[in-house]
């Protein structure tokens, strides 16, 4: 695949560049390892700053930002404006946070005393996707700038012009040299990389396939890893809760944000038989009633999908479901235009011989099964290979909390659609990946915990165990 911006709404090609040599690639691995040894010993509080400076000058260029995220992904702009406020509170909360996050763990004990002291563990590559080009960067690079770590991006082929950009608002910020380096490299090299010996851990957020490669390189290698991978969300209807029209507003939500293209959104509903019908009439007209055009113009609420190989994968998933049976309710057709635009689509009458019942579907099809009750929703919900993030909407909140003890999943939102702050915890389980982003935990997965314990010079020697 090209390193290459490619306009999503017209199928252009905007600007090329050329992929970094292997002599290049180990020239950056060599200046990040130099520059870890004195960003390390950098005092917290200049590490909060660089993340403060970095996190206004985001927000300050965010005209420059959102226009080239939805060039380069096909984003709509109100969803791009959003995403760089995201992506610069994450970097203001690890600025003010940061330092407490990190600060020594006191351990009681009889004689002398103990510490738990988190330190970082080195340089370290970060494999990101094209659908969030900034949120998914910053919340693996925030907290680790933070804990003193440094880090190498090899952002998708697709976003060349993000990355560029995301490096010189580091570079502008004050980041030395190697603390922050941008690597154009296709996927085949990643293995290669991590391999050195001067990479300490690597986080991807990707495709199950990405990260199972990945994730076996690096326990080759016995380093540590993060994946946060694909996700078919449940969206589970006990009831209304009273307000019909809110239930398929935060439905069309959960499932069009960024045209479908997110890991957490809402793929899978699982509605109650007595409202089955009237959900499925609502959710369809209110995607029916979705305006497709061109992503930079405001009042566009359905652009392109990311790429063209996106809408052919997306088309081959749901042409097979109405193949062997499903029924599109509205959509279920490539948009009639040039670009990579699919229709808004709900699908219902899936079944477990079709791809849509069991893959992933990254785009705007929605699939609406009925369920008898919460016991029903659960064992279908649960019957999936991913466990990232679940929807449940109930007037009854306790039943609802009971319900989401009972979901294979990292994360449950309740009475909102499955989102994302920078104060929560973002991860999942099962083919969803391992490991945890943002809060208190991202700090913490490219950690050295080490304990420091320190008794009198005049105490007993013990024996010892391991």
Known sequence: MPIATINPADNSTVKEFEEFTDQHVDAAIDAADIAYASWRATDKRERAALLARAAQLLADRSDEFAPLLTVE??????????????????????????????????????????????????????????????????????????????VLIKHASSCPQSALALEKLFADAGAPEGVYTNLFVSGNKISRIIDNPKIKGV????????????????????????????????????????????????????????????????KRFFVQRDLY???????????????????????????????????????????????????AVVGGHRAGRPGAYFEA??????????????????GPVAVVYAIADADDAVEKANASNFGLGATIFSGDVDAA??????????????????????????????RSGFGRELSHYGIGEFANRKL???????SKITGVGG
């Open 401 to 430: 909390k009971s319900v989401a003890d009972r979901l294979d999943s990292g994360m449950v939102w309740i009475n909102h659609p499955t989102g994302t702050a920078p104060e929560l915890p973002f991860g999942g389980t099962k």
């Open 277 to 327: 019908d009237g959900f499925v009439s609502g959710l369809a007209d209110a995607l029916g009633h979705l305006r497709l055009g061109d992503p930079l113009d405001e009042s566009t609420t359905l652009g392109p999908l990311s790429s063209e190989q996106a809408v052919e994968d997306l088309e081959e998933l749901v042409q097979d479901a109405l193949d062997k049976g499903a029924t």
């Open 203 to 266: 986080s991807l957020t990707g495709s199950e396939r990405a990260g199972a490669s990945v994730g076996e390189r690096a326990g080759r290698n016995i380093k540590k890893a993060v994946l946060e991978l694909g996700g078919s969300d449940p969206f589970i209807v006990l009831d209304d809760g009273g307000d019909f029209s809110r239930l398929i507003e935060g439905a069309t939500t959960g499932r069009m944000a960024n045209t479908g293209q997110s890991c957490v959104a809402a």
């Open 73 to 150: 992904m096909g984003k709509l702009i109100g969803e791009s404006r959003d995403e760089v406020a995201l992506a610069s509170a994450i970097l203001q909360y690890y600025a003010e946070n940061g330092e407490k996050m990190t600060a020594d763990e006191t351990i009681e004990v009889e004689n002398g005393s103990a510490v738990v002291r988190t330190s970082p563990i080195g340089t370290l590559l970060g494999v990101m996707p094209w659908n969030f080009p900034l949120y998914q960067v910053v919340r693996f690079v925030g907290p680790n700038l933070m804990l003193g770590n440094t």
């Open 452 to 458: 420091i314990r320190t008794l009198p010079k005049d």
């Open 345 to 362: 689509t709900v699908l219902t009458g899936v079944t477990e011989n079709m791809r849509a019942f069991g893959e992933e579907l990254f």
